[in-house]
């Protein structure tokens, strides 16, 4: 070997500066990872909060079903199916309510759940938008269905994890309702 390389590694002050460069290094390769991360699975769109609709909640009736607590119009009705399933109608819209204790974190649960058509309550519901939202501030999924031949009735499914229990909440809304915004909004979770 050269007789410079050994006079390099005998200096006391060579190791640190090895041991910087590799930290430079790995935190540029972890900020590059990240960034790439961002673009592929989406920004996180904040859901606006109950002050941005002051009026709207006037006539609007609470449902806390536990794990989860949120309002609707007077004018929509409860048909508990079981512990698990919740709906709730005004006779033209649908909202419903899966809850379904999980291990998993909110990607695993919602990357299972892609394979399980009864996950997002509608069977065959063609192509959709993917997005990451806070719902009380909790990271949650948005999956907006696009309108195909077979599957005329557009939806929003929210996919969340209930903080306290670890219980994996799927809230799927007809997306012809008009206060969607003002719903997801008023949803809070039992912290």
């Given at each position: 070997m050269?007789?410079?390389?050994?006079k390099l590694m005998?200096?006391?002050?060579?190791?640190?500066?090895i041991a910087i460069l590799i930290i430079v290094i790995l935190s540029s390769i972890g900020y590059v990872t990240y960034k790439n991360f961002l673009k592929t699975s989406g920004k996180i769109i904040p859901v606006p909060t109950p002050t941005s609709f002051p009026n709207t909640y006037s006539n609007w009736k609470?449902?806390?079903l536990g794990e989860i607590t949120f309002k609707l119009p007077n004018d929509w009705t409860e048909n508990k199916v079981n512990n698990n399933d919740t709906y709730f109608s005004n006779g033209d819209q649908t909202i419903s309510i899966h809850k379904e204790e999980t291990?998993?974190?909110l990607?695993?649960?919602?990357n299972k759940g892609k394979d399980d058509t009864k996950f997002l309550r509608g069977g065959d519901l063609g192509s959709w938008i993917e997005n990451k939202v806070l719902i009380d501030n909790q990271p949650a999924i948005k999956v907006e269905t696009l309108s195909t031949e077979n599957?005329?009735?557009?939806?929003?499914?929210y996919t969340v994890i209930s903080p306290k229990d670890n219980v994996?909440?799927?809230?799927?809304?007809?997306?012809e309702?008009?206060?969607?915004?003002e719903f997801v909004s008023s949803i809070t979770f039992g912290k």
């Open positions: 050269c007789g410079c390389y050994n005998n200096k006391k002050g060579f190791i640190p500066i609470v449902y806390d291990d998993l974190n990607e695993s649960f919602f599957q005329s009735k557009k939806l929003n499914v994996a909440i799927v809230i799927t809304i007809d997306n309702f008009e206060n969607i915004n």
